[in-house]
């Protein structure tokens, strides 16, 4: 196969989800592996392994059957001679692996702004007034009160219980600066300009004061209105949503460099992408030239259910039919591997079928398989039953009553609640009427009028038109003579 056509055929295999992870996760191990050696200084190492892979894949492209050879019979040993040389760095790989949380640190901004949302749109349903100062560049100590000092990480339950009406410091600002809320109950200073209409109260005016002299973001939620209102340098702008709000507060830290995870996470940010990218282009590479090797064909048995579908209503099949197959199936390794043998199933459709003797066979259009897998054969290969026709008919359901009513009682009357219920019998046995008995009904002790709930016995033959049986109501009026 030549390189044009390995590529392609490289990228027709990528398309499985299977390949896909399989990739990704080839890609993450390559960028551990990166990262450790680079933080242990054994680049050098890795370098010349490296190398030799280099070689090793241009070899396989060209079809050097001499270099594939020195690398299928000596590569065991390879293997176990670089777990050795590069015991510590595995070991490091691992536990970089078990500890990728103290990493975390890029999504901390918009976790953090996703939570203030939250919390401002639950404040703003409920018409609890809230006021959220996220401070820029600029100091906002010359232009506010301190407040009561914090010091604390923000969670949803801090927020809400700070401006819950009950709070003594609800009322004030809350400020959220680098990550953390460091004050709150803080008293903002009311602007000096006549842009705010009349109906904003004082919060909104806070809010507005303190855009006007500093580069801060102020979040301000109307307990008479239940909207929310940001300001930012003298002017302000609705949020109708918290996708809206929350990309306001990232647009903010960003432009204003006030968040030191995020800013520290946007510079690294290209140097570990094309990090990322290089580990994923030596992942391809590894992946195309070793695992596309396994393009031999073979021949695989699986034991597979069959399901009986599309039978008409009229129709039930006499005997019961096998539930399962041998079939054999033909591909490629790959292919083969790609399969999910709890996904295999043989169907059979019954539309068809005409009372008396049916054959049907099992071919490969009765198994869903994936692209480029061959169906070989089955075992059974033919399916042979009798199919019986049906019809429907309303068999009347009787009490079936024991014994007598003791001495000087007489039934009165009986009614039967439901009268009829719907059956399949045989065609050729079909009747004009047909009686349904209930479960045993015992008369010796009763004296008085009663109401009883009894089952339906379905004899053999039958076949029930609904798949649960009603409960049959029998009330029965007994008077003394």
């Known amino acids: ?73 000596l590569s065991q040993i390879l293997l176990l001679a670089l777990i050795v040389i590069f015991q510590p760095e595995l070991r490091k790989i691992f536990e970089r692996a078990a500890t990728l949380k103290r990493k975390e640190t890029t999504s901390e901004g918009s976790k953090l702004a996703f939570l203030v949302s939250d919390v401002v749109f639950s404040l703003a349903r409920q018409k609890n007034g809230a006021l959220i100062v996220f401070p820029g560049k600029d100091s906002i100590k010359p232009w506010t009160s301190e407040g009561i000092p914090l010091q604390a990480k923000p969670s949803y339950p801090i927020l809400m219980s700070i401006f ?139 034991h597979v259910p069959i399901e009986y579908v599309s039978m008409p209503k009229n129709m039930r099949i006499n005997e019961e039919n096998p539930s399962e197959a041998q079939i054999v199936l033909l591909g490629t390794a790959n292919d083969i591997n790609a399969i999910n043998p709890s996904q295999l199933k043989a169907t059979i459709d019954l539309s068809s079928i005409k009372p008396g003797l049916n054959s049907l066979t099992i071919q490969d259009e009765s198994i869903s398989l994936p692209e480029n897998i061959k169906f070989i054969r089955s075992n059974p290969s033919r399916l042979t039953f009798e199919a019986i026709k049906f019809t429907e008919i309303a068999a009347n359901v009787k009490p079936q009553f024991i014994g007598n009513l003791p001495e000087g009682f007489s039934i009165d009357s009986i009614q039967v609640v439901p009268r009829a219920i719907p059956v399949w019998i045989p065609a050729e046995n079909a009747k004009n009427e047909m009686n349904l008995l209930t479960t045993p009904i015992y008369l010796d002790n009763l004296k008085q009028s009663t109401t009883l709930y009894c089952n339906i016995i379905v004899p053999a033959e039958l076949q029930l038109a609904h798949r649960q049986l009603p409960l049959v109501e029998i009330r029965i009026i007994i008077k003394k003579m």
């Open 1 to 73: 196969m030549g390189i044009f056509a390995l590529q392609i055929r490289t990228i027709k295999e990528m398309l499985n989800w299977r390949v896909s992870l399989d990739i990704i996760l080839i890609t993450i191990v390559i960028f551990f592996l990166y990262q450790t050696l680079r933080a242990t200084g054994t680049w050098k190492i890795a370098s010349g392994i490296l190398i030799a892979s280099l070689i090793f894949v241009f070899a396989r492209f060209l079809d050097l059957r001499g270099i594939d050879w020195i690398y299928s019979n």
């Open 164 to 302: 819950d009406t009950h709070s003594p410091g609800h009322d004030g600002a809350v400020v959220i600066e680098n990550g953390l809320i460091t004050s709150f109950a803080v008293r903002l200073p009311l602007s000096e300009t006549e842009k705010l209409p009349k109906e904003f109260g004082t919060r909104h005016n806070a809010g507005m004061g303190l855009s006007e002299v500093t580069d801060t973001l102020i979040v301000v939620v109307s307990e008479e209105r239940g909207t929310v209102t940001c300001f930012k340098e003298g002017a302000r702008e609705s949020m109708h949503d918290r996708n809206t709000l929350a990309a306001s507060i990232m647009r903010h830290w960003k432009n204003t460099e006030s968040y030191q995870l995020l800013n520290s996470y946007e510079k690294n940010q290209k140097k570990l992408l094309k990090e990322i990218a290089l580990s994923f282009v030596l992942a391809f590479l590894f992946w195309s030239t070793v695992v596309l090797t396994q393009s031999e064909l073979r021949e695989v048995v699986y």
